[in-house]
């Protein structure tokens, strides 16, 4: 594995831990747990930016 690919497959890791914490917020019953999980997944997307750049804490296609 290459040096360069490395930082691009840890940030994928965190946008797909993200989106996991994202449905888990779309099914939770409790508000509190609801606002948590979505809170969570917005911090791990937020540290993915800083870290990796631009558009990495995203799973948008556009």
Request: glycine fraction near 4%; proline fraction near 5%.
């Amino acid at each position: 594995m290459s040096a360069d690919s490395q930082p691009s497959k840890q940030a994928q890791q965190m946008r797909d831990k993200a989106q996991e914490l994202e449905q888990a917020a779309q099914h939770a019953t409790d508000p509190v747990q609801r606002q948590r999980l979505k809170d969570r997944a917005l911090r791990i997307r937020e540290k993915a930016e800083q870290e990796y750049g631009k558009g990495s804490g995203t799973m948008d296609p556009m």
